[in-house]
């Protein structure tokens, strides 16, 4: 039969899998000693510590073995803070989670066979230690409805890792960590495909966690919702001082990131702005965001776009107005002239024809209207006082024949003849044809749509896309039918 055995820990991450030579005692209270994790009566059960610290974990061993824990509360470490320990599910076992079980645990646990967490079952990293996460090795963990909650953050550390949100709830507490894929050389893959990630640390990193984390990190995203909510929410693509790559692919679902998107972090944050976004720059060229559907929803980016089938939106779609700009845009906006070796100019935004562009609206005037800034600057003379040590170039955009803008009307609006919208700036705006505008899911011929070219010979020129509304006039035959009825009303009167 299978048992849970309580052993000593040593090492860090990269010796998790060795083990002290002493053996603790098996837990064997009901059926624990069983292949069938239970506590038999339900309620609550804590695993006692084989330490003065009162650390416990737990070791699932052997191909083939399962385990489940399938009822009841376990808390693992009750007078631990959880640092420098953790339990492991080795290659080729199997823990499951399932039928309303609950575990906790004040150290880290260590993924190399499978993880499995279903329905109304929950596993949480409660620890308060530096070293208390869920981390994946070689292994897989895969969220079925249940709930994983981590205080800390969640890795991904050797090739071959896997995560996948298939329904259920995944979230990090901590203000400062989020998601990490390392990878070590090879490939670690994080996929959602329903559900959420809900990420309230300031970075989730692709790749490059540290220096030494090379590798590539596969993001696949065909739905769901993550979504990042930390003041300096920032997805980092790849760490520029490392030669790790990362791939997000996305087809489906939401990525709402406020207030932040970009290629590559160097090490540092721009604490004080207020957006919260981090000091980034492009680096890592083969470094790339596949966007063929599904939802964008973010405040300051710092990397090109292109649109392949997406929805973009300034915000998350919680019916708020706001605005998304460049990452150097805000800088300025936001008083901050301090160095930033990281901003970045010359950035595109290109919109294909089977991509779309939602802007929530509640009126006309500033601030009632969601509105974009893919500007560089707004002064590009401040190029020089944000120290960026490259060469300013002005931003652009593309929206290709056939794209779409849909207005999406809140709190009871009603269009009025000759409303204007100014929906988008950029230094250069190019529209290749025609561009189609949907009020509220329905295609609309009533809108002028205009690039509007503002000249600035001190802070530089730019364009505006505008959308004007124009109530149709009645056509000649509506006309005629309606002199007919008046006259002969006028006939019956008589």
């Known amino acids: 039969m299978k048992k849970i055995i309580l052993k000593s820990l040593i090492g860090a991450c990269a010796a998790c899998a060795a083990y002290a030579a002493s053996t603790y005692s098996a837990i064997d209270s009901g059926n624990w000693g069983t292949d069938i994790w239970n506590d038999g009566a339900g309620g609550s059960v804590v695993v006692p510590g084989n330490r003065p610290t009162d650390a416990a974990y737990f070791l699932v061993s052997g191909a083939g073995k399962t385990v489940t824990l399938n009822a009841g509360t376990v808390t693992l470490g009750v007078a631990s803070s959880g640092a420098g320990n953790g339990s492991t599910i080795a290659a080729g076992a199997t823990l499951n989670i399932s039928d309303g079980a609950d575990l906790y645990s004040r150290s880290t646990i260590f993924v190399f066979g499978t993880l499995n967490v279903y329905t109304n079952s929950s596993l949480s990293i409660i620890g308060a230690g530096s070293t208390a996460y869920l981390t994946v090795g070689s292994g897989i963990v895969n969220l079925n409805g249940g709930t994983i909650i981590s205080n800390r953050n969640i890795y991904i550390r050797a090739a071959g890792g896997q995560i996948?949100?298939?329904?259920?709830?995944?979230?990090?507490?901590?203000?400062?960590?989020?998601?990490?894929?390392?990878?070590?050389?090879?490939?670690?893959?994080?996929?959602?495909?329903?559900?959420?990630?809900?990420?309230?640390?300031?970075?989730?990193?692709?790749?490059?966690?540290?220096?030494?984390?090379?590798?590539?990190?596969?993001?696949?995203?065909?739905?769901?919702?993550?979504?990042?909510?930390?003041?300096?929410?920032?997805?980092?693509?790849?760490?520029?001082?490392?030669?790790?790559?990362?791939?997000?692919?996305?087809?489906?679902?939401?990525?709402?990131i406020v207030p932040t998107i970009s290629y590559a972090l160097n090490n540092s944050y721009a604490a004080g702005i207020s957006l919260g976004a981090n000091t980034s720059s492009i680096a890592g060229q083969d470094s790339q965001f596949n966007w063929t559907g599904g939802r964008l929803s973010v405040s300051v980016i710092n990397m090109s776009l292109v649109n392949n089938g997406g929805d973009f939106n300034p915000t998350a779609n919680d019916g708020s107005i706001s605005t998304t700009m460049l990452y150097s845009y805000m800088r300025e906006h936001s008083g901050t002239t301090s160095a930033s070796s990281t901003a970045v100019s010359g950035l595109n935004y290109t919109q294909k024809a089977t991509g779309r562009m939602t802007i929530d609206v509640k009126g006309t005037g500033a601030g009632e209207h969601d509105v974009v800034y893919w500007r560089t600057l707004e002064d590009k003379s401040n190029w020089d006082l944000l120290g960026t040590g490259t060469a300013y170039a002005e931003a652009s955009a593309n929206f290709e024949d056939g794209t779409s803008i849909y207005l999406n009307l809140m709190d009871g609006y009603v269009l009025q003849d000759g409303d204007i919208f100014d929906i988008f700036y950029s230094d250069s705006i190019t529209l290749a044809g025609s561009l189609n505008v949907y009020v509220d899911d329905v295609l609309s011929g009533d809108f002028t749509v205009s690039i509007e070219q503002v000249l600035d010979a001190v802070k530089g020129d730019y364009d505006i896309l505008r959308l004007t509304y124009n109530i149709p006039e009645p056509s000649a035959a509506a006309a005629l039918l309606g002199l007919l009825a008046i006259a002969a009303g006028a006939r019956r009167r008589k």
Do not use: H, P
């Open 164 to 256: 996948n949100i298939n329904s259920g709830l995944m979230q990090m507490n901590n203000s400062f960590y989020g998601v990490r894929i390392a990878a070590a050389g090879g490939t670690g893959t994080f996929s959602i495909t329903g559900g959420t990630l809900s990420v309230k640390g300031s970075t989730t990193y692709l790749t490059g966690q540290t220096e030494a984390d090379l590798g590539t990190g596969v993001f696949n995203q065909t739905g769901g919702l993550f979504q990042m909510t930390n003041a300096a929410a920032c997805v980092v693509f790849s760490n520029a001082a490392v030669t790790g790559r990362g791939i997000y692919n996305l087809s489906g679902g939401e990525l709402m």
